[in-house]
């Protein structure tokens, strides 16, 4: 089959402009050195950040689970895909994030779409920081609520769409600001305090993404929300399964109200095959880890800092001060695993990795729509089971490909 001019077209500009991508086969498990392209090279590219992917504990979970239940689960929530294991998940969550309920997604990024698309449709308006992940964006767009944008981390901004003039919008409509708590390509946070009293005043809805805050944010891992304590100004708080708990799969955490509502109204939800029963078992092995060992979650903080401050000292940029990092009252460290090393245009954040990877590091090149125009990265991701010894090979051999 011969493929379409339009596709042609847009596979040629892509490499252009140095955008095009292509996929990279790792022939290994998640985990500080993987196999690329036939040989063992130390990975800075994996969410797997509390080093759980590949605990004993987890997989002898999943291998029990799997002798019980099989692997797929068959059928959607709503027939017969619901199971014990996904209700003691489920209750896990809501324990951990302090909440009623919690439902249970086969992926993150189908649990904002299904959240979002619960609690508004036409007519309603949602707020959202420019840098929020590409599925709440695609969320809004499958609710067909209005969407307005504030400027990056900018709660002012924030404050003042909350309260437009009346003839923007019907003071009748549900009116609903959603953020991510860590910005997943710069790592820092959102002004989270400051919105929730936005929102308090405006009579607003507060959504929070918590991918990539659970685990190791709070004192128990369960977020910024839980390291400011505005959990009580929350509406529901989404998270995921897939980055520090090394798993896969999706959870809103609510109340039981609101949880009732997205199992009747979620589509991606509704029309799903859910999630493994396994995958769930895991998932609470996993969590209990998280609870029982808070010394991975120190650890990993420590070596980010120690890597911002050695790039920054031999002069790179690792992006704008972690937002509100001052303010988590459980640690005076930097509050997250990713950092970002900002490169500007595209073909110097490829240039960058290339040189990397030759010299036994992988850390691909983030370029846009991912991010900005101008602002073409490496995306530095730790995890609990780097050693020192590790960051300091990183920072040294970059600047050996910076020459």
């Not at 099989?70 to 709503?78: K, M, N, Q």
């Not at 990993?300 to 704008?320: Q, S, Y």
Request: charged share 25%; glycine share 10%; proline share 4%.
């Amino acid at each position: 089959m011969t493929d379409p001019d339009f596709i042609r077209r847009t596979l040629e500009d892509l490499r252009e402009r140095d955008l095009y991508r292509h996929l990279v086969a790792v022939g290994s498990g998640a985990g500080p050195r993987v196999q690329v392209g036939g040989r063992t090279v130390l990975a800075f590219a994996s969410n797997n950040y509390l080093g759980l992917a590949g605990d004993p504990r987890v997989r002898e979970a999943l291998c029990r689970a799997v002798e019980r239940w099989g692997w797929g689960a068959g059928a959607s929530p709503l027939l017969a895909g619901h199971t014990d294991a996904h209700a003691a998940l489920e209750a896990d969550l809501a324990t951990f994030k302090r909440t009623e309920a919690a439902v249970v997604f086969s992926t993150g990024y189908m649990t904002n779409l299904g959240v979002v698309s619960a609690l508004v449709g036409r007519g309603d308006s949602v707020i959202m920081d420019r840098e929020n992940h590409a599925s709440l964006y695609d969320a809004v767009r499958l609710s067909g609520a209005r969407l307005e944008r504030y400027k990056h981390g900018d709660a002012g901004a924030a404050a003042h769409l909350l309260n437009p003039k009346s003839e923007i919008r019907n003071p009748k409509s549900r009116l609903l600001l959603a953020t991510d708590t860590v910005f997943s390509m710069g790592g820092d946070l959102a002004p989270l305090a400051a919105l929730a009293v936005a929102c308090r005043r405006a009579g607003a809805m507060l959504l929070v993404d918590e991918a990539h805050a659970t685990g190791f944010l709070g004192p128990t891992g369960a977020g910024l929300a839980e390291a400011l304590d505005v959990g009580e100004a929350i509406i529901a708080s989404v998270g995921t399964l897939s980055k520090a708990l090394g798993g896969i799969g999706g959870f809103v955490a609510a109340s039981r109200g609101t949880c009732d509502l997205i199992v009747n109204r979620a589509r991606p939800y509704i029309y799903s095959t859910a999630l493994p029963a396994a995958a769930c078992e895991a998932a609470r092995a996993a969590l209990t880890i998280v609870r029982a060992e808070p010394e991975r979650r120190r650890r990993v903080l420590a070596l980010a800092d120690r890597l911002r401050a050695a790039l920054r000292d031999k002069g790179f940029d690792t992006g704008a001060t972690l937002r509100s990092s001052a303010s988590l009252r459980s640690t005076s460290r930097s509050a997250t695993p990713i950092i970002p090393i900002i490169m500007g245009e595209p073909e110097a954040a490829l240039a960058t990795a290339a040189a990397l990877l030759e010299r036994g590091i992988f850390c691909p090149a983030i370029r846009p729509p991912t991010v900005a125009p101008g602002t073409s990265r490496l995306r530095v991701s730790l995890t609990a089971e780097h050693t020192e010894e590790d960051v300091d090979r990183l920072v040294a051999e970059l600047v050996a490909a910076r020459g």
